[in-house]
C-alpha cells in the first residue's frame, strides 16, 4: 500500500507515516509552530521540519572554485566540509553546527552512479580552471531525491594514500584525478593466494558532500590479471606460476609471470628413445596440468 517510513500530506496541518510492514498508514501527526504540510512534510517558509543539508557552497561548489582560481585574487579554498544544518521547528531557518573531529557532511538521496561521474566532471572542471580558463563549463551537481537529509560520517581510507585529515579533504574529493585513485592488489582472492597481489581491481569513488570517498574493490575473474599501468582487469595467457598445459600433441609449457614459458617436449616413450610422449592437459584453471602418455611429470 505504501513504502514504510515514508510519509504524506493528511490535509493542510498534518503529516501520516507509513508503517513498518507497508500495509497502512499509522495515526496523523499534526504540524506545529504554523508550519503547514506540502510535498509531504511539514514546512515553514524556508524548510521541511526535520530536514537537513550539507552546506550550500558543497551541495554546489563550482563556483567557491572558480573565485579561488580568479587571476585579480580569488578567495581562498576552504570548503565547509564540516557545516552541517538542521531546519528549525518553525520551517523558517537553518541552524548551523559543526560535525566532530575527522567527520564530514554528507548529503543523502543521490546515486552513486551519478556521483562518479560528477567527480570525473569536477576534476576535468577544476583542471580548466588551473589552465585559466574561467569561463569552462560547470558541471552540473547530482540530482536529490526526497527530503533534505545530512549526516555526519567519518572519512574512509582509500588505498592510495592515508585518511585525510579534514584540512586535506578538500584536495582528495575535487582536486585528485580519478585516475590517480586506482590500484590493483587490495583484498585477497578466494581460493587462489596467488593473485592477492593482481587479483583485483580498485577504484576510490565518491565525492563530498554526495559521498564517502571510498574503494570499491572487484576481483578479476577466470585468467585475467590486474595491469598496474592501467589499474584494470585484462585478459592473460595465463596466471598461476608453475601450473602447466599442452602446447600440442607431444609438447607442453609452463606458466611464468602471466605468459606461457618455452615450450618442453613429454618425455620419450619406449621405443628406444626416439618418440616424444603424448600430452595431456587435465584439469581446469587454475588447477591445470599435464601428463605425458599418461603419467605426471614427477611420478
Do not use: H
Not at 581562498?76 to 557532511?105: L, R
Not at 585477497?188 to 574493490?217: F, H, M, W
Amino acid at each position: 500500500m505504501c513504502s514504510p517510513g515514508t510519509t504524506t500530506c493528511d490535509g493542510e496541518f498534518a503529516t501520516k507515516m507509513c508503517n513498518s510492514g507497508g500495509t497502512d498508514w499509522e495515526t496523523p501527526v499534526s504540524c506545529l509552530n504554523a508550519t503547514t504540510c506540502s510535498d509531504d512534510a511539514c514546512r515553514g517558509s524556508v524548510c521541511a521540519v526535520g530536514s537537513s543539508k550539507c552546506d550550500d557552497d558543497m551541495l554546489d561548489p563550482t563556483e567557491a572554485l572558480r573565485e579561488s582560481q580568479n587571476p585579480d585574487g580569488g578567495a581562498e579554498w576552504d570548503p565547509p566540509f564540516t557545516e552541517i544544518y538542521s531546519c528549525a521547528d518553525d520551517g523558517n531557518s537553518w541552524i548551523p553546527d559543526t560535525c566532530e573531529a575527522d567527520s564530514i557532511c554528507i548529503q543523502a538521496g543521490a546515486d552513486r552512479d551519478a556521483v562518479n561521474t560528477y567527480r570525473e566532471e569536477m576534476a576535468a572542471y577544476t583542471l580548466e580552471l588551473e589552465e585559466g580558463n574561467p569561463g569552462a563549463a560547470a558541471p552540473t551537481p547530482p540530482a536529490l531525491t526526497g527530503m533534505l537529509s545530512a549526516s555526519c560520517k567519518v572519512q574512509q581510507d582509500c588505498p592510495l594514500g592515508t585518511k585525510p585529515a579534514k584540512a586535506d579533504v578538500a584536495a582528495d574529493a575535487f582536486f585528485a584525478s580519478v585516475d590517480d585513485m586506482r590500484g590493483c592488489g587490495i583484498g585477497t582472492y578466494e581460493g587462489a593466494d596467488d593473485k592477492s597481489n593482481y587479483g583485483n581491481y580498485y577504484r576510490c569513488e565518491g565525492i563530498a558532500p554526495y559521498s564517502l570517498v571510498q574503494p570499491v574493490v572487484t576481483p578479476c575473474e577466470g585468467i585475467t590479471r590486474c595491469e598496474y599501468s592501467v589499474a584494470a582487469c585484462i585478459d592473460t595467457e595465463c596466471y598461476i606460476f608453475g601450473e602447466t598445459a599442452c602446447q600440442d600433441e607431444n609438447q607442453y609449457t609452463a606458466c611464468e609471470f602471466f605468459v606461457w614459458d618455452d615450450p618442453i617436449s613429454c618425455p620419450n616413450t619406449g621405443d628406444g628413445g626416439t618418440t616424444p610422449g603424448v600430452c595431456e592437459t587435465v584439469g581446469t584453471y587454475p588447477d591445470r596440468t599435464v601428463l605425458c602418455n599418461g603419467e605426471g611429470l614427477n611420478e
